[in-house]
């Protein structure tokens, strides 16, 4: 027994330090690497839930609606029932949240409408457009149109 | 020798306990649950439809990105272009996005040409060229199809930005890390459509969750002749264009 393992300390030394460099990359890699990188994919599962808790700016047409039941109401008969009140308004997450804080801008309805329906070779003929300056020689268009529900 | 070696060993020895105990407490906080809030990833499929035909180059769908996401100046992570195409000339549309449509385009009513226009994002590809060369695993596919960047991972070494045959990723100039869009992710997940969507007076974009059989996005895909951007680079984006004109890039 004696002989046989006599001159195995060379071979035992390097299988030691082998060995112990292992365990130090498995030690170092499962302190480096989060538990749950590889679970889905090969990348951290966790940010996947980071990204979803940022906070919301547009709060959607269903909170507005909640409560501006009146203008809902107008909206909802009217041709434009499907612009939602924050394509115009903008964003309103935050008035929602605390409506006597923040109120949101008035609008400058001239620029508000030309916006979308100042004529365009471009935009599609099925939507309705009009050269501002020939249709009502720069007058504002609210004296005639009601914006959530324009009729003449 | 010998006692060189025994302290080498010990200092090693030491490493990797406090390597463990590391590990340990990293695996408690690092924990990300399935399903969260109600919401199971495993049961959407996020996509997007665009009717060329609805667009009419407003700019909402940018402006309420930039709010929505802080989107930096001068930046997008979603833009319009105009198109104008002389006749046959399929080859040279004229195609400009002052500053990303933002602010409409100015009206153009050139008989000469057709113009139309073009929103553009990123196409949440199921074969992302972003994923496959990010060296550190910081972009990725979610479960859900959405085509995200780990900020937390991303060195900021442009892979990505070049990968990316639609041109939709950037370096945000604060962060310094890669910046995208993210299908409005913590929208979508929420039960709201993204800001694009519900910012566009005309539905020209839609928000499509092809996991749904109830989403009238089947109905969409059926009845019309939809397109995707750059179909040859095999990236088989999930942005699905209705009337998509052959000129487009």
């Not at chain 1, 599962?45 to 909170?63: F, H, M, N, Q, V």
């Not at chain 2, 399903?35 to 990833?41: A, C, E, K, L, P």
């Not at chain 2, 309420?64 to 198109?83: D, I």
Request: proline residues 6%.
């Amino acid at each position: 027994m004696n002989r046989k393992w006599k001159d195995a300390a060379h071979l035992i030394r390097p299988a030691v330090v082998f060995l112990a460099g292992l365990l130090i990359f498995l030690g170092l890699r499962s302190a480096l690497v989060p538990s749950d990188f590889g679970k889905w994919g090969h990348y951290r599962a966790g940010a996947l839930e980071e990204i979803r808790s940022k906070p919301l700016r547009y709060a959607g047409k269903e909170t507005c609606a909640g409560c501006h039941v009146e203008q809902a109401g107008q909206w909802e008969a009217g041709k434009h029932a499907r612009v939602a009140c924050e394509a115009c308004h903008g964003p309103a997450a935050a008035h929602a949240a605390d409506f006597d804080k923040v109120k949101p801008a008035r609008l400058d309805i001239a620029s508000l409408c030309s916006g979308c329906h100042e004529k365009d070779a471009a935009k599609p003929s099925w939507f309705r457009q009009v050269a501002s300056a020939e249709h009502s020689g720069g007058a504002g268009c609210e004296g005639c149109h009601q914006p959530h529900h324009p009729k003449l | 020798m010998d006692t060189s070696r025994r302290e080498w060993l010990t200092g090693a020895g030491k490493l990797f306990v406090l390597g463990f105990a590391t590990a340990a407490g990293v695996e408690t906080s690092g924990q990300a649950s399935l399903n969260s809030g109600g919401y199971d990833v495993r049961k959407h499929y996020w996509a997007m439809t665009i009717d060329i035909e609805k667009c009419i180059g407003c700019g909402n769908c940018v402006r309420a990105c930039e709010k929505e996401n802080g989107v930096p100046e001068g930046f997008f992570r979603t833009w319009v272009e105009r198109y104008e195409i002389k006749g046959a000339d399929l080859e040279h549309p004229q195609v400009s996005s002052p500053d990303g449509g933002k602010h409409g385009f100015p009206p153009s009513n050139r008989a000469d040409t057709k113009q139309f226009f073009v929103p553009k994002l990123c196409n949440h590809c199921q074969d992302s060229p972003c994923v496959q060369v990010c060296p550190v695993g910081a972009t990725f596919d979610s479960p859900d199809g959405v085509v995200l960047v780990d900020e937390s991972y991303c060195l900021g070494c442009r892979y990505c930005v070049q990968a990316c045959p639609y041109g939709c990723r950037y370096i945000h100039p604060e962060k310094r890390t890669v910046d995208k869009c993210t299908l409005c992710y913590h929208r979508i997940t929420r039960g709201l459509t993204t800001a694009c969507c519900e910012a566009c007076p005309t539905q020209a974009r839609v928000l499509a969750d092809l996991a749904n059989p109830a989403d009238p996005v089947h109905e969409f895909l059926r009845t019309n002749k939809v397109q995707v951007l750059k179909p040859h680079m095999a990236t088989r984006p999930k942005v699905f264009y209705r009337g998509l004109d052959g000129a487009v890039r």
